[in-house]
């Protein structure tokens, strides 16, 4: 699935379930479940599809996030990444095109609020300022906001203010607090 700045793919193995229409509810048959392993790569989204298409002009490479295993992987549009799923177990992957800030060749992608299921699908908006080496993310909704930059940045704010954030394995984290309104918060990275 597409959506305005990111792709979200779900892997599932539901394998030995099913409805059951003598206890009316969904039954396991632990015998005809098994490990499933599957391959997915960001050629899997429709990035045309949809009212809004993403743009993949220029894009080689895609930061691509496992919602369950919390770990970032870099892939270039042309390459898999090995999922296995247990019965009844899932992973959603959210795919960001990397972008590549123009002054100091930083390398960033949006990947959203870690702790929502639809990650991706809490950035509402995105702006790259290459005067100021400023990366502005429109965000919707609460929680720990992550990113992949190739480089740590200088300062993070959100809606104008200075916060704390974490860097590690060329991921930044913020903590984006309820804003109390409908209105989006913007988290700024300053590389």
Same mark, same amino acid.
């Given at each position: 699935m597409q959506q305005k700045f990111t792709g979200v793919l779900g892997l599932f193995n539901c394998q030995g379930g099913g409805w059951c229409p003598q206890s009316r509810r969904n039954k396991s048959a632990s015998e005809l479940s098994r490990?499933?392993?599957c391959l997915a790569s960001p050629k899997d989204i429709e990035?045309?599809? &949809?009212k809004n298409p993403v743009p993949m002009e220029g894009v080689n490479v895609f930061a691509v996030y496992m919602y369950k295993e919390k770990k970032l992987k870099l892939l270039k549009s042309t390459e898999n990444i090995e999922v296995s799923l247990e019965p009844f177990t899932f992973e959603l992957l959210t795919v960001s095109p990397i972008a590549v800030l123009p002054r100091n060749l930083v390398q960033f992608a949006a990947i959203g609020l870690v702790n929502m299921l639809n990650t991706g699908g809490a950035i509402q908006s995105l702006e790259i300022d290459?005067?100021?080496n400023l990366?502005?993310?429109g965000v919707? &909704?609460?929680g720990e906001m992550k990113v992949f930059?190739?480089?740590k940045p200088a300062a993070c704010k959100i809606n104008g203010a200075g916060v704390k954030f974490g860097y590690e394995d060329n991921m930044v984290s913020v903590q984006v607090p309820w804003p109390y309104s409908?209105?989006?918060?913007v988290v700024e990275h300053l590389f």
């Open positions: 490990l499933v392993t990035w045309k599809a &949809g290459d005067d100021e990366v502005r993310i919707r &909704g609460s930059a190739s480089e409908s209105r989006e918060s």
